[in-house]
C-alpha cells in the first residue's frame, strides 16, 4: 500500500510517499480502506516539530479520516466489514470527562495518522459515519466538527437565542456556525476578508466583523449585541484571548480551541476575567460518545461540511501549503487517500 511518512525527522522536504505492507488487524481490531483525509492546524505543527509531543520516525501524519471497513480482527463486535467509518481522534477517550494520558492516544501523533490507503485501528477508536456524506466531507468530522460540537453543545450547553462569537472562516469556526443555526443560536464571524464574510452571511450568519476594518472587533461584538456574546470559540490563542473575554455577556464561556497566534501570555491580566464571571474552558476535541451524538445530528439535519479544496494524495505538500498560507481557505483542506 501507499502510504505518507516523515522519512527521518520534522519538515515539509520529509515528507514522502511510499510503499509499505498492508496491515493485518489483530484481536479487537479493523482494518479500514482510507478514502479521505483532511488537514488540520494540528497537523501542520506536529509537520514543523513545533507540538510538544514525541514521535518515532518514520512516522506517519493526520489525525483525521474516513474510509471503509474491509477486515475485522477476532472478537470484533462493533463493525463488520463494509461499515463506513471515521476514526477517533483519542483512541481511547470513549467517555466522561478528558482523562491524564489521552493526548498519547492521539492520531497523527504521538500515534501514527491516518495517511495511508490501509489503517488498522481498535473498534473501540472507530465511529460509523452519516449516510449521506461523502468520504471527502466524513473525514472532515473528527477534530474541527466535534471540537465545535463539544465545545459548544456538550460543555457549553448552546440554547436557542445565544449569540456565538466564531474567530475566522477555517474548520472549526465555520462548524460552528453550522451547528449554532442546528441549535436556533444566531453566530457573529470575523474574518480580514470581507468575500469570506458574505460567504458566512450565505451560510447563514447573524453579523460579521472584519478585524482589519475593526480591529477592536470585541468592542464591536459588544455593540451588536448590547451585552456581550455568550460563547465565543477562540482559535487565536495568546493575541485573542483578552478580546475575546472582553467581548463575553457576564457569565459567559470563552472556548480556547486554537493557537494560531501562539501559547504564551505574559503578564495577563485575570481582572477580566473576573469582572465578566467568564467560564474559561480548554479543549481536547471530544470523547467517542459526542463524537456518536454528533453525527446523528448531523445525520438527522442533513449538515454537509463545507470543503475548499480536495488534492489528490501525490499533492499532499500542495496541501499543507495552502494550510499554512492560512487566509487562502474557507473551511476545510481534504486529500483524497
Known amino acids: 500500500m ?8 520534522f519538515g515539509f522536504e520529509e515528507l514522502t510517499i511510499t510503499e509499505l505492507d498492508i496491515p493485518t488487524p489483530g484481536p479487537k481490531e479493523v482494518l479500514i480502506r482510507m478514502r479521505a483525509a483532511s488537514l488540520n492546524y494540528r497537523d501542520l505543527v506536529v509537520l514543523s516539530g513545533l507540538m510538544p509531543i514525541e514521535v518515532k520516525f518514520p512516522f506517519i501524519p493526520l489525525s483525521d479520516g474516513a474510509g471503509e471497513i474491509v477486515a ?18 483519542q483512541q481511547r477517550f470513549i467517555a466522561g470527562s ?9 492520531l497523527g501523533g504521538p500515534l501514527n495518522g491516518i495517511a495511508a490507503e490501509y489503517v488498522v485501528l481498535h473498534e473501540d477508536g472507530v465511529v460509523p459515519i452519516p449516510d449521506h456524506l461523502t468520504y471527502e466531507e466524513a473525514s472532515t468530522l473528527p477534530i474541527a466538527a466535534l471540537t465545535a460540537w463539544s465545545m459548544l453543545i456538550e460543555y457549553g450547553g448552546l440554547q436557542a437565542g445565544d449569540t456565538v462569537l466564531l474567530q475566522g472562516t477555517g474548520g472549526v469556526s465555520i462548524f460552528g456556525l453550522q451547528f449554532s443555526l442546528m441549535a436556533g ?8 476578508s470581507n468575500a469570506k464574510l458574505e460567504r458566512a452571511k450565505a451560510l447563514g450568519a447573524w453579523q460579521t466583523i472584519n478585524y482589519s476594518e475593526a480591529p477592536d472587533w470585541d468592542k464591536a461584538a459588544l455593540e451588536l449585541t448590547g451585552c456581550g456574546v455568550d460563547h465565543v470559540l477562540d482559535v487565536g490563542g495568546a493575541a485573542t484571548m483578552g478580546k475575546s473575554i472582553n ?13 494560531l497566534s501562539g501559547l504564551t501570555i505574559p503578564e495577563y491580566d485575570v481582572s477580566s476575567i473576573l469582572q465578566k464571571a467568564a467560564t474559561v474552558r480548554g479543549s481536547q476535541v471530544g470523547n467517542r460518545d459526542h463524537f456518536e451524538k454528533m453525527n446523528r445530528a448531523i445525520a438527522h439535519h ?16 500542495e496541501a499543507f501549503a495552502l494550510l499554512a498560507e492560512g487566509k487562502q481557505y474557507f473551511g476545510k483542506i481534504v486529500v483524497q487517500i
Do not use: W
Not at 443560536?185 to 480580514?192: F, K, L, N
Open 2 to 9: 501507499k502510504a505518507i511518512q516523515l522519512k527521518n525527522g
Open 72 to 89: 475485522v480482527g477476532q472478537g470484533v463486535t462493533r463493525f463488520q466489514v463494509g461499515h463506513r467509518v471515521a476514526g477517533n481522534f
Open 98 to 106: 478528558p482523562r491524564p494520558g489521552v493526548l498519547e492516544e492521539s
Open 185 to 192: 443560536a444566531r453566530a457573529i464571524i470575523t474574518s480580514s
Open 247 to 259: 467581548a463575553l455577556r457576564t457569565g459567559g464561556t470563552l472556548s480556547m480551541v486554537g493557537f
Open 302 to 317: 442533513r449538515l454537509h461540511p463545507v470543503i475548499d479544496h480536495v488534492f489528490p494524495l501525490a499533492r499532499i505538500g
